[in-house]
């Protein structure tokens, strides 16, 4: 990464001075090209992945830009989390600090607004908030956008994908039309170029890092593990290696709280972070995880982000992400600050494993496929462990130094030696009572589709509408999306986007045949009325998606007609339901 002297980008001597005060004598890439755009006043879309300094990139000239004596709102700044949120305002405080009259203010929801409402009458001409509550703030009159000159969308993808499109569209609304807007994310995809089509003039583009993700000093790797027996393969890869610090991904709050659960009750260490936690949870469980005093943190993609904790070493997918791009931006989590760090990746089947294969090719590197340690490895490992550990610390004490232990250590030497035991007899006994046995450690077959060898596909190639799935059909119901190749859709993205909005496990869904403008999907025939209540109108990939129940249950074997009335396979098929 590249860095430009601060004092080279010509800042005012309040805003120098703050910068300073942080620690901060160089700029970023991002900041450096970012940072005069935005003085000049243009639009500016600029991407760029976590921890790369695009807050500072946003808050040096929105602080440099507020009108002081002023006390009307003169810049916005939306952000998709409360987390996210906060972390902006704090930076953009310390920012001010030697600008006084600038006063910096957060609105978000899980709070009480009563104190939000006084901050905003009390004269805060910089907000940085959540969209629902900024909206909420609208509606009741407590904050006014008719001052606005400049507007901040941060980490705009999640946004999107969080459903907000519609609401920063009012938000942008209600903003005079000459007014700069700026716009930060990780990803690109089609929805955020809809957005700046719309909502920004002639924008400059800044993309850092965007030829190779910075991916060098991470380990990645990934285990074929059995779908029905998850959890208990993350058990036995958590002893294998045993994380200090480690972020564990699940594409829904459901599986968050199932694995926190799961985790704790087999004596791991684990808090949960999710989107319907109250913040006072939610900054709870934060403040124990960046103290070490929580070592495992399960979270979704969203409550993670906004999370700046150096001495992650390891970044766990329980899911693959549903989006290869969010891939890239997790593992960014460890491997920071000059150190290695460890990205490990569970695959069920096949399916999943061209996923891999294509996140890969995304990444520009090698993800290395391992099978799942034995529990005798794991045995072998956490002996290797303790004995570095005893090793380290003999190294470190001085010869003939005296312990407050040595009278007690005598004891136990003398009581030993009565019963005719040596020395290392005595030691083996003791560190057998520190070990764990090999019968607490579940052991995992690996299913017959694990063994066979994977296939040199990717995703991207037209599924086989013939290929094999462990459930009966007389089990399944299949409904129709209104999506397929042609929209980019790949098997991974409808697995995750069912699973994130219905609650449904990956392993309950049956066959998915792909065609251009159609999609079939396998669902269990019990859960079906449910799964598509929660899918009247959901996402795929950014894109809005509608499913409708087959009559012909043949579908998902026969395949169907794509809507200008071609044959959408290579074989001879049915005509489905007319849309």
Same mark, same amino acid.
């Given at each position: ?134 909206? /909420? ?119 968050? /709280? ?33 103290? @070490? ?10 409550? @993670? ?54 996140? @890969? ?183 809005? @998606? ?34």
């Amino acid at each position: 990464m590249n860095f430009t002297p601060f004092t080279q980008l010509d800042l005012t001597e309040p805003l120098l001075r703050a910068v300073e005060d942080l620690g901060f004598t160089e700029a970023t890439e991002i900041q450096a090209q970012s940072i005069p755009l935005i003085r000049e006043g243009k639009d500016m879309i600029g991407r760029s992945q976590t921890g790369t300094g695009k807050t500072l990139a946003f808050g040096i000239p929105a602080v440099e830009s507020v009108n002081a004596s002023s006390r009307k709102v003169q810049v916005l700044v939306l952000c998709p989390t409360r987390e996210l949120a906060m972390q902006a305002c704090a930076e953009l405080r310390k920012l001010s600090r030697y600008r006084p009259g600038v006063r910096p203010e957060e609105v978000y929801g899980g709070v009480s607004m009563q104190r939000q409402v006084y901050a905003l009458q009390s004269g805060a001409n910089v907000v940085v908030g959540t969209p629902g509550r900024i909206m /909420d703030h609208m509606r009741r009159g407590t904050l006014k956008l008719d001052s606005i000159h400049l507007v901040v969308l941060d980490e705009a993808d999640e946004m999107l994908s969080m459903g907000f499109k519609e609401d920063i569209e009012t938000i942008l609304s209600e903003t005079p039309a000459e007014r700069q807007t700026v716009l930060f994310s990780a990803t690109m995809p089609p929805e955020i170029l809809r957005l700046t089509h719309e909502f920004q003039h002639n924008p400059a583009m800044v993309e850092i890092d965007k030829k190779q993700p910075s991916v060098k000093a991470i380990h990645q790797m990934s285990y074929s593990v059995p779908a029905l027996r998850k959890m208990d393969a993350l058990n036995l890869l958590l002893r294998f290696h045993d994380p200090r610090l480690a972020i564990i991904f699940c594409n829904t709050k459901k599986t968050v /709280d199932e694995l926190t659960e799961y985790l704790n009750r087999h004596h791991f260490k684990a808090e949960a972070l999710h989107g319907d936690m109250k913040q006072p949870q939610r900054t709870q469980v934060l403040s124990g995880f960046k103290s @070490a005093r929580t070592r495992l943190l399960v979270a979704t993609d969203v409550a @993670a982000r906004g999370i700046d904790v150096e001495n992650i070493d390891f970044v766990i997918n329980f899911d693959i992400p549903q989006d290869p791009e969010y891939y890239i931006h997790r593992i960014g989590r460890t491997g920071r600050a000059g150190k290695s760090g460890t990205a490990i990746t569970l695959c069920c089947g096949r399916q999943q494993q061209w996923q891999m294969n294509d996140i @890969a090719k995304l990444a520009k590197s090698h993800i290395e496929q391992l099978p799942l340690p034995a529990p005798e490895e794991i045995y072998a490992m956490a002996e290797r462990r303790q004995l570095d550990r005893i090793l380290q610390i003999l190294s470190q004490r001085d010869e003939g130094a005296d312990s407050p232990c040595s009278a007690m250590a005598q004891s136990v030497l003398d009581a030993g030696t009565e019963r005719g035991m040596t020395p290392r007899d005595i030691i083996a006994l003791l560190l057998e009572q520190q070990s764990q046995p090999l019968s607490d450690l579940p052991v995992i077959l690996p299913e017959p589709l694990e063994r066979e060898r994977i296939p040199k596909r990717t995703l991207a190639q037209p599924a086989r509408s013939g290929r094999k799935r462990p459930r009966r059909d007389g089990d399944m119901s299949y409904i129709l999306l209104n999506v397929g190749r042609n929209q980019n859709i790949m098997p991974g993205n409808i697995v995750g986007a069912i699973t994130q909005y219905t609650g449904i496990s990956g392993s309950e869904i049956g066959r998915i045949d792909l065609f251009d403008e159609r999609s079939i999907v396998g669902v269990p025939s019990e859960k079906v009325d449910g799964i598509l209540e929660k899918l009247r109108s959901f996402k795929i990939c950014g894109q809005k @998606a509608d499913a409708q129940l087959s009559a012909d249950s043949s579908l998902g074997r026969k395949g169907l007609w794509d809507r200008n009335g071609g044959r959408s396979g290579s074989r001879k098929l049915r005509r489905g339901p007319s849309r």
